[in-house]
């Protein structure tokens, strides 16, 4: 993962890392210690049950760029390199596009309380009373804009 450079026979991830970045760059630096974070994370997730919080969204975000600089500086695939840029920007639009409505708990709820098999939008009058009443302004709206 870690490009050609790779060290033979590293014991750990972690020494992966350390072995494999270029520390004397600040990005280096940077990219080593927040990998190294995020890999202890990563194992109270996976080995002790830990659960985060939704409210951890930065955590979260700076991971995935991390991830990215990571990815795009030691990979050693320069296709790849190119790529994952254009990855994280789509993955970007995404998330501002959804927000913080869509994570994996708010999904699965959703989809344990489906009680009916028809569709919440079953005629064109339901899809225009779905859309336009989002779309009216309501009477703070226009209050607010009126001050």
Known sequence: MLG???KKNPNTFRRALSDN???KKLSGEVINEDMQFIYTVRNR??????RMSTSRGLFCDKAIATLKYLIAGYCGDAVISRYV???YM???MQRSEFGNLFNLDVIEKMQNNLTSTEPPIA????MDRFMFGALRFTE????SISR
């Open 4 to 6: 050609p450079k790779l």
């Open 123 to 126: 005629s064109p009058a339901d």
């Open 21 to 23: 970045i270029n520390k």
């Open 140 to 143: 703070r709206d226009r209050h």
């Open 90 to 92: 789509q993955f970007q």
């Open 85 to 87: 840029n254009p990855l």
């Open 45 to 50: 997730i996976v080995h002790r049950g830990f």
